[in-house]
């Protein structure tokens, strides 16, 4: 009976401090910011049109036309980074419709004290980079 009372004590404690360890890494997770997207065309033709957008909070991001070589961005308060699915489409000279989701997840190496920017790099042919970085 002692035995049995002193079992259940010890899974009692070690329920507890699961949940207490789980809840704090939870509380320190990290929160990321970001204050700025870059669309660069790398391509030698003109790109119209281009609009990303993320479904899940209904931002949108516009830029009517992109020279070649050249970039779009825009610098803005910062807001909370989620890493939401995003969409990014265009179109060429030829007005043919390019259309790209984009996911991209806060590398381990940033730190959550500098904001970051979204880095988004149209190649010819439609090809896409995207990635995150900060200053």
């Known amino acids: 009976m002692l035995y ?12 507890f401090s699961l949940g207490l360890l789980l809840s704090c890494t939870s509380f320190f997770k990290k929160e990321y910011y970001f204050n700025e997207i870059i669309i660069q065309n ?3 033709e003109l790109i119209r049109n281009v609009l990303i957008k993320v479904e899940k909070t209904g ?3 516009k830029c009517s036309i992109i020279a070649p070589h ?11 980074y989620y890493g939401n699915l995003a969409t990014i489409s ?5 007005y043919l419709k ?18 970051i920017k979204g880095i988004i790099k149209i190649n010819i042919g439609g090809n896409i980079n995207a990635y995150l970085a900060q200053d």
């Not at 825009?74 to 909370?80: I, P, R, V």
């Not at 265009?90 to 030829?94: A, E």
């Not at 390019?98 to 904001?115: A, D, E, G, W």
């Open 98 to 115: 390019f259309t790209k989701n984009i996911q991209l997840s806060v590398p381990k190496s940033f730190s959550n004290n500098n904001p």
């Open 42 to 44: 790398n391509s030698a």
């Open 90 to 94: 265009w179109s060429n000279r030829n």
């Open 59 to 61: 931002r949108i991001f």
């Open 4 to 15: 049995r009372r002193f079992r259940v004590r010890g899974l009692v404690l070690i329920f």
């Open 70 to 80: 050249g970039e779009c961005s825009n610098k803005f308060k910062q807001k909370k």
